[in-house]
């Protein structure tokens, strides 16, 4: 089935430097990612829809220069904390649209990144 | 009021119980998806319904499209099913909304 791979599954940086988030698409070609954030016990809350060749639409709220989205290709996009502080401590996950033969588009999801800013 | 409501929030159930999940939504979909996330974060597509029933396993989710409701069955209940699940509905803009989540705990 189809897979995303999501690295790192945790990472701990220092405030003020910057953190890369890589989501690839391993079986199949993600020209839709999505880019969630979830605080604790709280649900999803979407970031940002990249489509592989175009800028990032980011949702109400959310600092395009703060939250670097790239999708350069079908199979990667990443997402870059820049100048992180410790209120970007969060879970960030990615999901992909994948085609499901004969049931229309699903969602694959990555396993996520705990970001700790310190 | 949130477009995509679930219920119970937190259920604990003990091992080999039948569980349900609801999720009721009020907007129009294009489909809906049940979605398991477990401790460590990783979040699992369990089922992607846009009419009927489907099942995997244990596991049945059904959809009734006239009442905007689905729900999630789980049969035998085992501690290893303990988790997050979600109800998510997507539009026509394929954007996923999230329900809050059942956080389930199956006890020995």
């Known amino acids: 089935g189809a897979v995303v791979s999501q690295h790192p599954s945790r990472v701990i940086c220092k405030s003020g430097t910057s953190v890369k988030i890589e989501c690839r698409s391993l079986d199949f070609q993600a020209t839709t990612m999505f880019w969630y954030r979830q605080f604790p016990k709280q649900s999803l809350m979407l970031m940002a829809t990249?489509?592989?060749?175009?800028?990032?639409?980011?949702e109400q709220g959310v600092e395009k220069d703060k939250f670097l989205i790239n999708h350069a290709s079908l199979t990667l996009s990443t997402l870059t904390v820049t100048s992180a502080h410790p209120e970007d401590s969060s879970f960030y996950i990615c999901s992909a649209r994948d085609r499901r033969t004969g049931e229309g588009y699903g969602y694959t999801f990555g396993s996520g990144t705990r970001l700790t800013v310190v | 009021k949130n477009e995509v409501e679930q219920s119970p929030q937190n259920l604990t159930a003990q091992e080999g119980e039948f569980i349900t999940i609801n999720c009721s939504y009020s907007?129009?979909?294009?489909?809906l998806h049940w979605l398991q996330q477990h401790p460590g974060g990783g979040i699992v597509s369990l089922f992607m319904l846009s009419s009927g029933k489907k099942k995997h396993g244990r596991l049945i989710a059904t959809i009734n499209i006239q009442e905007k409701h689905s729900s999630l069955h789980i049969t035998a209940s085992h501690p290893r099913d303990s988790a997050v699940y979600i109800c998510a509905v997507a539009g026509t803009a394929s954007k996923l909304t999230f329900g809050t989540g059942t956080r389930l705990q199956v006890t020995l």
């Open positions: 990249s489509n592989e060749g175009s800028k990032a639409t980011y």
């Open positions: 907007v129009g979909i294009s489909a």
